[in-house]
């Protein structure tokens, strides 16, 4: 099998917030295909989908429903980059056990609900 491109998509109940979280959180743009989906574009390449779900359901995740998908995005600076972050919409899931570490995570949700990780 050769796989000619590989796109992430994500189900969203309202696609614009959804959409343009993501695209201003890796510095792409939106790029509205019709009424039930939007593709986020980075350096011209699409990066990601965002499908209409009307029932869409917000995932409970770390602590109850388990997790639909969720992203790693490896950053450099943890307190600019949380700032950033809940500036564009997010909610901050579960905070880093130590934020000074070498290594770690902190987990935040995209405004339907979409669990994903600041990492370093």
């Given amino acids: 099998m050769q796989i000619s491109r590989t796109i992430i998509v994500l ?19 939106v790029e509205a295909d019709d009424d039930d989906w939007h593709t986020v574009f980075v350096d011209s390449q699409p990066w990601m989908g965002v499908q209409l779900a009307p029932n869409h359901i917000r995932p409970q995740w770390p602590d109850g429903t388990p997790q639909q998908i969720h ?45 994903f990780c600041l990492c370093w």
């Fill in 71 to 115: 992203l790693d995005l490896y950053i450099k600076d943890l307190a600019a980059a949380h700032e950033e972050t809940m500036d564009l919409g997010a909610t901050l899931l579960q905070e880093a056990d130590d934020p000074a570490a070498d290594e770690g995570f902190q987990v935040y949700a995209d405004p339907a609900g979409h669990p």
């Fill in 11 to 29: 189900d969203a109940a309202e696609l614009g917030p959804v959409s343009s979280f993501w695209s201003q959180l890796v510095g792409g743009t």
